[in-house]
């Protein structure tokens, strides 16, 4: 073990030298790697692993490569504390102590009570809120888009609703072309992700540009109303809530207990301000809806 110990080299700066993270540089972690690969996913040895592993591991994707890089993570992290040096990251994330077949337990519950939230709220709002209603249809699309869609896709369509909300319900042919052009760019913005480089420092500007539109955007609206619309100070308090939360995202660090880390935490603390804009969506949708059938009755 002193002899394992003694081979750890800190690569603090190598990113120049050698893709990866510090932790799978590590000539320990390497070594391991390949040495369990050799010994156990082979030959009659993978059949055994085959034989031994959980069906809901092999369902899952998990290899016997796989499962010799989350063991050797968990030596490669066992040296460094021994040796009081810094948790390292693998491939580019922290080590998560893994449940069944999820790597990220935490963030995998917080993601679908998320989903939960969303879908419960939805079906309050479809619910209370007639379809009649200017903004039923745009507000059901966006809950959908919530559960299935990644963050880029929620941020462009909470920047539509507002356009909608905004500018669409006098305006509609400024919607669709507002809408045309967040869907090229959606799809610029994948379609670069997914097929020339997976830049994590381009999509994370992308995502905070985007969300400063919508934080303007729907403040500047939300303060115009406040006096005429008193449910606005529920999407005022949904935007600085979010852009709050946000930070967490911005946040890096060992996940706590080896389960918890700050993209887990932020899922968990949005559940909340979910239930709240879709309580602001509900008050609007049937202010808009008085509102109209107002008008209708004074034509």
């Not at 998990?62 to 992290?77: F, I, L, R």
């Not at 693998?90 to 993601?111: D, I």
């Not at 039923?136 to 880029?152: L, P």
């Not at 309580?279 to 034509?299: I, M, P, Q, V």
Request: proline residues 4%; contains cysteine; hydrophobic residues 50%.
């Amino acid at each position: 073990m002193a002899g394992r110990a003694a081979r750890l080299v800190l690569l603090a700066g190598a990113a120049a030298i050698a893709s990866g993270s510090q932790g799978d540089r590590e000539p320990v972690y390497r070594d391991c790697v390949l040495q369990c690969e050799e010994r156990n996913c082979s030959g009659g040895a993978l059949k055994h692993f085959r034989s031994r592993q959980p069906i809901y591991m092999s369902l899952a994707g998990w290899t016997c490569p796989d499962d010799c890089k989350y063991e050797c993570m968990w030596v490669t992290v066992g040296l460094y504390l021994q040796e009081g040096h810094k948790v390292p990251q693998f491939h580019g994330k922290w080590p998560f102590s893994r449940f069944l077949f999820f790597q990220e337990p935490a963030s995998a519950v917080a993601s679908f009570l998320n989903g939960l939230a969303s879908l419960v709220m939805l079906c309050r709002y479809r619910t209370s809120v007639p379809a009649s209603s200017p903004m039923y249809h745009t507000c059901v699309a966006f809950a959908w888009k919530m559960d299935y869609f990644c963050a880029s896709t929620v941020i462009l369509h909470s920047v539509y609703l507002c356009c909608v909300r905004t500018v669409g319900l006098q305006r509609p042919a400024v919607a669709s072309a507002f809408r045309a052009l967040l869907l090229l760019m959606l799809t610029a913005h994948i379609s670069y992700l997914s097929l020339i480089r997976f830049d994590y420092g381009y999509n994370l500007a992308a995502n905070v540009a985007i969300g400063l539109v919508n934080m303007v955007w729907w403040l500047a609206w939300c303060l115009r109303n406040q006096r005429r619309l008193p449910h606005v100070r529920k999407c005022v308090a949904v935007v600085l809530l979010l852009q709050g939360l946000s930070l967490l995202e911005l946040l890096d660090f060992p996940p706590l207990f080896w389960v918890l880390d700050a993209h887990a935490i932020w899922h968990i603390s949005t559940i909340p301000v979910h239930v709240l804009f879709f309580s602001f969506l509900e008050d609007d949708s049937l202010y808009l809806l008085k509102e109209s059938e107002a008008k209708f009755k004074l034509d």
